[in-house]
């Protein structure tokens, strides 16, 4: 018995999907629960598209060709763009076995200067944003998994009175705002 669980335990330890190039993508609106409700209305935010096109090495990090494209819609018909490039190394990833499937959780480390045109504030004042999107690779099948928002790094403080609350989050490695495909 323990040796058939050793054993499974390699098998999903090995990263038998190294250098195969994968793509999810995603669209939806914003979390209507808890205190994320009003982050997008504040900002002018009504959906929202990812897509995470990677493929890992053999040491389970991101290729230099991985990217994580965002587009956010706004209110008026306007979008604001960003992508994080791993060979820029603004975007990187936990690979996570779990029972028979394996998550990758990107985080895309935004430029302040390009948040803060998203959220209509000073650079100044938008602390350490980070994008998460996490890929789950299931039976041979990828696609998005539930750990999918916004969230700002606690050691860069958020100066904006309209940031403040989602940036101190009791949980620091909690989510600020929470994207839900639709």
Known sequence: MIKRALAAALLL???????????????GGFDPAGRT????????????????????????????SSRLDLIIHRRGGGKWKYSCRASSEEL??????????VSVIAECRVRPKA???????????????VFVFEAVLEGGQVRAGGQRG???????????????????SPDAAGLALVFRNE
């Open 37 to 64: 409700v009003e982050f997008p209305d504040r900002f002018g935010w009504t959906s929202y598209e990812a897509s995470f096109a990677f493929s890992l090495g053999d040491d389970r990090t991101l290729e230099n």
């Open 13 to 27: 330890a090995a990263p038998s999907f190294a250098g195969e190039k994968m793509t999810v993508k995603d669209a």
């Open 92 to 101: 990187s990833a936990r690979v996570v076995p779990l029972g028979g499937r």
């Open 115 to 129: 948040f803060a045109k998203a959220v209509d504030l000073d650079a100044d004042d938008v602390g350490a944003p």
């Open 150 to 168: 916004l969230r700002f790094r606690p050691d860069s403080p958020v100066a904006s009175l309209d940031l403040n609350p989602y940036a101190s």
